[in-house]
């Protein structure tokens, strides 16, 4: 039997999961069955290109459902106030790329909650991986596509 693997997330995070989830089982369920009765009574539906987009997007939202319904089972919340002395999921962390003379700031979050655009970058990450378990004042170096990069952490909360 396989592995059930943990989804580490903020009580923010299985919030909005859970927000998703009524959505697509409450209103996009029901648009999508509406679209598939709707393109039923245009008659044949062999050829009914109405009805195969309806289809597939029925399967879209039934995996989506099934995927976001597995999240939530599997859930596993952070505890964001423990552990303020080292690096981990929920850590907010401040770091120096020491090449570029530039501070970062991250919140370390769960893989479902990954949103590099918005500075919240995964535990699975390269950098997140890098640095989980670490003090404030560790310097880790990480392997990036462009060689490796040296982060400085400045603070943890």
């Known amino acids: 039997m396989a592995e059930v693997k ?13 927000e998703e989830l009524a959505y697509f089982k409450s209103v996009r369920r029901i648009e999508v069955a509406q679209r598939i009765k709707t393109a039923i009574e245009y008659g044949d539906i062999s050829e009914n290109s109405e009805y195969d987009d309806a289809k597939n997007e029925q ?8 995927e976001l319904e597995n999240k939530i089972n599997t859930a596993k919340i952070i505890d964001e106030k423990t552990r303020k002395n080292v690096v981990s999921v929920g850590s907010k962390v401040k770091l120096l790329d020491q090449e570029y003379d530039e501070e970062l700031d991250y919140v370390i979050v769960g893989s479902s909650e990954a949103d590099p655009f918005n500075n919240r970058i995964s535990n699975e990450s390269p950098v997140g991986s890098a640095i989980l378990g670490k003090k404030k004042g560790a310097t880790v170096e990480v392997n990036t596509p462009d060689g490796v990069a040296t982060f400085k952490i400045l603070a943890i909360s």
């Open 6 to 18: 943990e989804t580490l997330l903020t009580a923010e995070g299985l919030k909005k999961l859970e």
């Open 59 to 66: 399967a879209f939202i039934e995996g989506h459902i099934i």
